[in-house]
């Protein structure tokens, strides 16, 4: 298994959110991830569409794996989300990171999720602070 499956393997064991969302890890590799989920009854709000922060925490999900994914532990310290389409019961939502820029402190990356036709239903950007803790520190 390689490194970046190891740490994201951990990171959503220990995830009870990203659990119920009922996220999927469809791919995984270091800076890079892109992640599904089915929308649920229980995720709509009174307008019968879904909740605007399930978008947000699958792209926060991705956010999180991709940037841990290089082995140093990795916070999230700035991030937004613009909604362009609406999202129903039943959608099937696919997020996929892109690495805009890495350095030994910040990283950023945009989001792009998706439904199941393929059309953009939101685009997030998150910002991360890259500490030096290891998840898996050499002995």
Sequence with gaps: M???EKIVRKMINGDAFSNW??????K??????KLKMIVR???TNGFNITHGGISYS????????AANSYGRQCLSVETCISHTKKVVCGDSLI???KEIS????LAVYNI???????IEIAHFKGKVHRTHREWFPSK
């Excluded at 699958?58 to 794996?65: E, G, K, V």
């Excluded at 890495?102 to 402190?105: A, P």
């Excluded at 792009?112 to 393929?118: G, L, R």
């Design 2 to 4: 390689k490194k970046a």
């Design 21 to 26: 969302l009922g996220i999927e890890v469809v």
């Design 28 to 33: 995984i590799s270091e800076g890079f991830c």
């Design 41 to 43: 009854k229980e995720m």
């Design 58 to 65: 699958l792209a926060d999900s991705a956010l999180a794996f």
């Design 95 to 97: 997020a996929e990171t």
């Design 102 to 105: 890495k350095n030994d402190k």
């Design 112 to 118: 792009k999720i998706t439904n199941q036709d393929n």
